[in-house]
């Protein structure tokens, strides 16, 4: 009765043994799959569950029913993955112009901002200056002599008319004006007064107010005022040649008329 018991028994383990598939042998030569996570294993049945691959720690022994899996080996390429957004990050080297990263890109040189120009103060009436006729009469000079000159400005003056135009205003102790020819006239088509002088001139808070004035400076260096551009400054040489100008009008405490001459040209 023992010995059919045991029989039975050992025929019972035989068929459960059959019905549990081991997992497939491996040889300890035979290569390992790299870890991929996730990465199972088919087993030899069909039916049941995959077996997850276990990594090998380098020198222990393969266990029969383990499936293995090597980390050395370096992870395969997904093909799958989704291409990287070139809005998250630099894109070959360059650098995204929001987010930033990536190579840095060289500095250049900012040039400094250009100063705007200091505005210019409006120009004052001058009180002191009588009401003028236009236009502005010609005149020419072999010399313009200035002694103790104090200021070349623009000025406002005004005008028969009620007009207030801009002027070059030169204040002087004296002003002394060598062959002084003056021709004023209303208009072009007007006869003209023409006045001859030997010379001209003017002491005592001289005035003069000019429209323009071209004159040689004592060493050949040519010289340009024209209203409204303003002057470069009280600078004027004392002597003047060759002087041409518009002359608007001049006040001073006593004037000299040497050797004039009066006449009227149609």
């Known amino acids: 009765m023992t010995t059919r018991a045991a029989a039975w028994l050992a025929g019972v383990g035989l068929v459960v043994a059959a019905a549990i598939p081991a997992a ?8 390992l799959p790299p870890c991929t996570p996730g990465a199972t294993a088919d087993p030899i049945a069909p039916g049941l569950p995959r077996l997850p691959l276990v990594p090998l720690v380098p020198g222990a022994p ?5 499936a293995y899996c ?3 080996l370096p992870l395969p390429a997904d093909p799958t993955a989704p291409l990287p957004d070139p809005l998250e990050g630099p894109v070959d080297g360059l650098v995204d112009p929001l987010l930033g990263g990536g190579l840095p890109l060289p500095e250049l040189p900012v040039p400094d901002p250009v100063p705007s120009p200091a ?3 409006p120009l004052a009436v001058d009180e002191q200056a009588p009401t003028f006729t236009q236009p502005a009469a010609q005149a020419g000079a072999e010399s313009l002599e200035i002694g103790g000159l104090q200021s070349v400005g623009l000025v406002l003056v005004r005008t028969i008319d009620g007009q207030q135009v801009p002027v070059i205003r030169i204040a002087a102790d004296s002003i002394a004006i060598n062959g002084f020819m003056l021709d004023v006239r209303p208009d072009a088509d007007s006869a003209a007064a023409v006045n001859d002088s030997d010379r001209l001139e003017m002491n005592g808070s001289v005035r003069v107010y000019l429209q323009s004035l071209t004159a040689t400076g004592p060493d050949g260096l040519a010289i340009s005022l024209l209203a409204p551009t303003p002057p470069p400054g009280d600078e004027l040489p004392p002597t003047l040649l060759r002087v041409t100008f518009g002359l608007v009008g001049a006040t001073a405490d006593s004037s000299a008329w040497i050797h004039t001459h009066l006449r009227i040209v149609e």
């Open 24 to 31: 497939p042998a491996l040889g300890a030569e035979d290569p």
């Open 62 to 66: 393969r266990l029969p029913g383990i």
């Open 70 to 72: 090597d980390p050395s």
């Open 119 to 121: 505005p210019t103060p």
